[in-house]
């Protein structure tokens, strides 16, 4: 009886353990993509969708860069706890037809502190929206990265 409980203690924390492998391959696979993402549109056509999801997300468009169409900032959104955040998107349009994002999280603490950084997060959520078929080839590719990390001891 000891050792049966024993046995399944043991698979419960290596099935965890292949869950965790898992979700962490899934999300590398997530991060990697969206960070080399370039979408087969102009810059131009994933600025008006930026603008929604960013609208949809409570944050209101301080400026952008009206002359070259490449740059989008938010204003300060204020979050529980007296934090606050913001976002400056830039683009890079390697050809006319073509379109690379950067999303940039600035996020000020309660004694006013900044803190800023390269949100994938927020990449991969515009993706999702812009060019569906792709997000959809990602997520099966990173599903099969996951899956194959779980099978591996």
Known sequence: MKNLVIGISLAAALSGCAAIRASQA??????????????????????????????????????AD??????????????????ATRYLFQGAAPTSDTCQ????QATKDTKGETT??????????????????????IEADAEQAGNLARTKS
């Open 101 to 104: 994002v950067i999303a940039t």
């Open 116 to 137: 800023m950084g390269r949100d994938w997060h927020m990449e991969w959520n515009l993706i999702k929206q812009v060019d569906i078929a792709a997000a959809k080839n």
């Open 26 to 63: 899934k999300d590398k696979h997530l991060e990697q993509a969206t960070l080399a993402y370039k979408y087969s549109q102009s810059c131009g056509a994933v600025w008006s969708s930026a603008r929604t999801m960013l609208f949809a997300q409570d944050f209101q468009v301080k400026s």
């Open 66 to 83: 009206a002359a070259s169409g490449l740059t989008l900032e938010t204003e300060w959104k204020t979050l529980k706890g007296g934090s």
